[in-house]
């Protein structure tokens, strides 16, 4: 067991059961308050962490680290150090915010400097995402999308089985989460309509979706063996991949999605670690036919987290409306990489790789608006008797995560997005 996950761990920060952030989790984000530039932070039940300050206080002179890495806007050049290094980090965190040790808490010129309460700061993105792709590994997720627009006798394509299918998404529109997401304009044709027009989609979507963040580069014509990509990840983070279906339905043939998705992605501040994550590892679906040996990969390699969606109307309640586990992928991420740079395509790191929308085989664990109303054709009922068939203006779409075991809940937080009208 990696020490920092050891649950019998306290800290002497007190922290609610129902905390997302643990003294066992310890995710990495990037923050910034009216007095303090951006730069690195750890979660910690109500607080943040500032670890540029720790620096400062030669906190972490025991650790092969240059501290001025804590004081960028970004994550990279810490995740560049290497997993050694982060891992060392992590577990000084832990130690320094153990029970047993006063170097903090004994300092009170300290404690006021480096903890914060999370409400008084503002978290920004966490990486400085170089590459993102957008995979589409839950086999439910495709079934109803190929049962919806194809055939339901032959709802996955031949392919489908064989390769973690994706696609090269936008980088540069990555947003944290609280960002607000503008109804995108694009190009739509209805089939009963005689010729495309150009305007606002009317079919605004969400997906459900888990990111993992590369945290080591490869050289151009290297390739990742799927048993190796767990040193090649730094951790993860809920990813909203927002979807404009209409405009969707009219481009992607044949070379798939394009201006449908790109208008906007959201993600979570916090990432947390592949390390944190460790207890909740789990064996995923049974591959049947096998993969082909360069995705081959024995053992538990799936991720238990529990997965929530809410629709909030402006001044209204959040509605539950999707409950989806990680743990359904069909192909898991050491895959995806495997398969990502098996054609040699060199991996950066802040590289993001989303999972593809995460749905359950019930109804209501399906991690898209299109798949919860059936294409539109069974509304959803909120809790102010208004109906939802896709996304309306001033909506709030809130997704949550996390994993519990022996008591102990590692969480991601929250990724939140407000939709503010076309332009
Ligand atoms: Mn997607």
């Not at 308050?33 to 910690?44: D, E, L, S, Y």
């Not at 501040?269 to 040996?293: I, M, N, Y």
Request: charged share 20%.
């Amino acid at each position: 067991m990696l020490r920092a996950n050891d649950p019998t761990l306290h800290s002497w920060i007190e922290i609610s059961p129902t905390s997302d952030f643990p003294i066992q989790n310890l995710p990495f984000g990037i923050f910034q308050t009216h007095t303090k530039t951006p730069r690195v932070g750890v979660a910690i039940g109500d607080y943040v962490l500032d670890l540029c300050v720790l620096g400062q206080y030669n906190m972490f002179e025991l650790i092969d680290i240059d501290p001025t890495v804590f004081n960028r806007p970004f994550l990279n050049d810490f995740i560049a150090q290497g997993k050694p290094i982060w891992r060392a980090v992590r577990n000084r965190v832990s130690d320094l915010l153990r029970n047993n040790n006063d170097e903090i808490c004994g300092n009170p010129e300290l404690m006021e400097k480096c903890l914060l309460k999370m409400s008084e700061v503002q978290m920004l993105m966490p990486v400085k995402v170089g590459n993102y792709t957008d995979f589409y590994s839950s086999i439910e997720h495709a079934t109803n999308v190929g049962t919806m627009f194809r055939d339901p006798k032959n709802a996955l394509l031949p392919n489908w089985k064989h390769i973690p299918i994706g696609y090269h998404g936008r980088a540069s529109s990555i947003v944290v989460s609280g960002t607000p997401v503008r109804r995108p304009n694009g190009q739509t044709k209805a089939p009963d309509e005689p010729a495309p027009a150009f305007g606002p989609t009317r079919l605004l979507d969400f997906e459900l979706e888990v990111a993992f963040i590369t945290g080591r580069e490869t050289n151009h014509g290297e390739s990742i063996l799927p048993e190796e990509a767990e040193d090649y990840i730094f951790g993860l983070v809920l990813f909203n991949d927002w979807s404009a279906r209409d405009i969707q339905t009219w481009e992607y043939v044949p070379l798939g999605p394009f201006l449908a998705k790109s208008f906007a992605s959201s993600v979570s501040p916090w990432v947390v670690t592949l390390d944190a994550l460790k207890p909740f590892r789990v064996k995923g679906p049974e591959q049947d036919p096998k993969p082909l040996p360069y995705l081959q990969l024995a053992g538990e390699h799936n991720y238990d987290i529990h997965l929530e969606v809410f629709i909030q109307p402006e001044d209204g309640a959040e509605n539950l409306v999707s409950r989806s586990n990680y743990k359904y992928m069909y192909w898991n991420m050491h895959q995806q990489l495997a398969h990502q740079s098996s054609n040699g395509c060199n991996i950066q790191i802040g590289d993001m790789y989303a999972s593809g929308t995460i749905s359950g085989s019930e109804k209501g664990s399906y991690g898209s608006m299109l798949e919860l109303t059936w294409r539109g054709t069974q509304a959803l009922v909120l809790s102010d008797g208004t109906e939802r068939k896709f996304l309306h203006d001033a909506d709030t779409v809130i997704m949550r995560g996390y994993g519990e075991r022996n008591g102990i809940r590692i969480g991601f937080g929250e990724v939140s997005g407000k939709v503010l009208p076309a332009l």
